[in-house]
């Protein structure tokens, strides 16, 4: 079993996109949403290291082998006048699972939150994956009962853009 000595965490390159789009597509095929996939390299890229950059990432490695990733973005709240962290994705391939990455991925977001001054930092998990849901809950994390998520994709959110009916 790795250590911690051999698990390190590190800011996501250019060249890892590539790497990162292939874990993107082994968390949606875990989460059963490997039909909604459309990212590609060139577009994570630009996302990630382009002018308008909009998002940020992490690798997980264990013993030198990509073993996971966190994808982050900065959101802002109005109630506490601070940002905050939206964890869009934390990942940790089946095979390394349990030796501590996950943990260190979210630990390494909330320093980051923390350093940049967020007042919270904030995911989302699927009702369904309870291995997850444990995990957070032993973090500290509380779930949110009274918000639910919403969502505009495609026609919907061409046509309200255009203001139609």
Not at 7 to 26: F, G, M, N, S
Not at 130 to 153: D, H, M, N, V
Request: aromatic share 10%; with cysteine.
């Amino acid at each position: 079993m790795p250590t911690l000595d051999n698990l390190t965490v590190r800011d996501a390159k250019p060249e890892d996109c590539q790497l990162i789009c292939d874990l993107i597509y082994e968390l949606a095929e875990f989460e059963r949403l490997a039909h909604e996939v459309e990212i590609t390299p060139d577009s994570l890229h630009k996302s990630l290291f382009g002018s308008e950059r909009c998002a940020s990432a992490l690798i997980g490695e264990i013993s030198g082998n990509a073993a996971g990733y966190a994808l982050f973005f900065t959101n802002f709240s109005t109630f506490t006048g601070r940002p905050g962290i939206y964890l869009e994705d934390i990942y940790v391939r089946h095979q390394w699972r349990n030796h501590g990455l996950g943990k260190a991925l979210l630990a390494r977001v909330a320093d980051i939150a923390v350093k940049r001054g967020c007042a919270r930092l904030e995911w989302a998990v699927l009702d369904w994956n309870q291995p997850a849901i444990e995990f957070y809950c032993k973090l500290g994390a509380k779930p949110l009962s009274q918000w639910l998520g919403q969502r505009l994709t495609g026609k919907e959110l061409a046509r309200l853009a255009a203001r139609q009916d």
